[in-house]
């Protein structure tokens, strides 16, 4: 008895750790890995009060790197708003730019509040491939560029959250890690490039219930576990979900930045979060006909609605079914998937058939 004692009363105290942590410190809402040089970090005040991001920087481990240095890193600049957010795009204007120098498309150098890393030579944080760990942290960077970043070095030094796993390279499909071709992946261990690759070529999106950053080095990464994954680029449709043209024959191809900017989170309307809940998550999208939607045992029933309306299929969903593979394949165009919870809530989700 005293053991169950013992254990029920470390985990009040770690609920009321949890509790006292959320919704009172900065954490990565978006990640962009775009297409070339397209790369974007949103980093969300959950707060009531404006937070300068001179005490921030953002480092880049890369390719299963264990430490980062200076040269690895950079100081960030400018302040976010409360309950707002701050865009970050990597400095890439030269529009005669070409391969390494390519410019940033106009559509994501909009949004953007800073400009980061001009000169891989003198910094490469915001270089990331879908293979790179992103470190938040507080702190004051040395002048030095080749000190190592750790709580010794740099003062104030402090994880505020962790992108991706320092100190691991994860694998391409084919199983095999090697150079910048690998990618975090949908199926556990989510390293060894089994399932779906997620962070690769892919914009990440944190779900509304994730309430504070990743302070501690997670021991698995799971891509999908507090994070929404939506491609770099969509095809551009007409009001039929037809695919447009430009006049070269290729699809028109617009960038899907539209979610940086704002993000959707719990703490904007409560101060404390006594529940939290992860979002179902839906992926890959666009899709060549199978989408796999990983329910956290809340969805009930799955519809498959077109954009004009009409049901084109439904799913029931037990409690014991952890993912839902929906095979769309004789379908062309936007989608949408119709998610039923358990307690009568429904989310929607856009999906393209390619």
């Known amino acids: 008895m005293m053991k169950y004692t013992i254990l029920f009363l470390l985990l009040i105290g770690s609920l009321n750790l949890h509790a006292q942590n959320t919704c009172n410190e900065l954490f990565i809402s978006e990640y962009v890995e775009g297409w070339s040089n397209n790369k974007a970090l949103e980093i969300y005040n959950p707060t009531d009060n404006p937070i300068d991001l001179s ?191 430009g006049q070269s024959g290729n699809p028109i191809l617009d960038g899907n930045w539209t979610s940086l900017g704002v993000h959707e989170c719990d703490c904007n309307s409560i101060g404390l979060h006594q529940d939290i809940k992860a979002a179902p998550s839906v992926y890959p999208n666009p899709s060549n006909g199978v989408v796999h939607v990983k329910t956290q045992n809340e969805i009930r029933k799955i519809q498959v609605v077109s954009a004009l309306g009409q049901q084109i299929k439904e799913i029931n969903v037990s409690s014991s079914q952890g993912q839902v593979d929906i095979d769309l394949n004789n379908l062309h165009g936007v989608y949408f998937l119709r998610l039923l919870q358990s307690n009568g809530e429904q989310t929607l989700h856009k999906v393209i058939i390619r």
């Open 55 to 245: 005490g921030y920087f953002v480092s880049r481990y890369s390719n299963g790197a264990t430490t980062a240095t200076v040269a690895n890193s950079v100081q960030l600049t400018g302040v976010v708003p409360p309950k707002g957010v701050y865009v970050g795009v990597i400095e890439k204007l030269d529009s005669m730019g070409t391969g390494q120098e390519a410019p940033v498309w106009d559509s994501l150098q909009y949004r953007a509040d800073g400009f980061y890393c001009a000169d891989y030579n003198v910094s490469n944080a915001w270089y990331w491939n879908g293979n790179d760990a992103v470190l938040l942290a507080k702190g004051t960077l040395p002048a030095s560029p080749t000190t190592v970043i750790n709580a010794t070095n740099v003062s104030g030094f402090a994880i505020i959250d962790v992108f991706g796993k320092i100190g691991e390279n994860p694998a391409n499909e084919t199983g095999s890690s090697s150079g910048n071709d690998g990618a975090w992946s949908s199926q556990f261990p989510y390293s060894t490039g089994l399932g779906v690759l997620i962070t690769k070529d892919h914009s990440m999106i944190r779900k509304p219930g994730i309430l504070k950053g990743q302070t501690t080095n997670p021991s698995f990464f799971d891509p999908l576990l507090e994070w929404d994954s939506i491609p770099p680029v969509v095809v551009r449709l007409n009001a039929n979900g037809d695919t447009l043209f």
